[in-house]
């Protein structure tokens, strides 16, 4: 019985985990910060344009972050024309080089920018760890939140129900 107590106890923590950083409960709008791609492209986060965004914070040291990659570039292929704007964010500590390089040897196709004085990161909700992701509606609505490793029938369901419903709604 005592063997089985620490895994009953890292069980029930992992699940609490799951659910206090997955959740979107809590979550409204957008926040009213702007970020500027390396490509220099302006980004008001809380002004979509009529367009749902995903937004991820990573940082190009991070194994997970990197993980992504395929799947964020596929996505933004597939809907870039459409109603889905994607950017990444690094984080305050990465410095500029190491973003540009990793944007260059990664072959990342949609806009990364630099979180260089961390505001960007502050003014959304729980960003404690990367790769943490946020999917925002045409509205400016958060209404999904995901921290660590994509899964791409994950990913693509929650985006297609957001687009179906979008335009269901006319937006």
């Given at each position: ?11 029930s ?102 979180d ?22 045409s ?33």
């Amino acid at each position: 019985m005592k063997i089985r107590l620490p895994y009953l106890l890292a069980a029930s923590i992992a699940a609490i985990s799951v659910f206090y950083f997955n959740t979107t409960q809590g979550l409204n709008a957008s926040p009213i910060v702007t970020a500027t791609s390396l490509a220099g492209q302006q980004f008001d986060f809380a002004a979509t344009g009529g367009k749902a965004r995903l937004v991820t914070f990573y940082s190009p040291s991070c194994a997970i972050s990197k993980r992504d990659i395929p799947d964020l570039s596929r996505t933004h292929e597939r809907l870039k024309n459409e109603r889905l704007d994607i950017i990444a964010v690094a984080m305050p500590y990465d410095n500029v080089e190491e973003i540009q390089h990793f944007q260059k040897s990664q072959n990342i196709s949609y806009p990364l920018a630099h979180d260089k004085d961390g505001s960007i990161t502050a003014a959304f909700p729980n960003v404690r760890f990367t790769p943490t992701t946020f999917l925002i509606d045409s509205s400016g609505k958060i209404v999904w939140r995901h921290v660590g490793q994509l899964r791409s029938a994950v990913l693509d369901s929650e985006i297609d129900a957001l687009l179906s419903t979008q335009q269901l709604a006319g937006k």
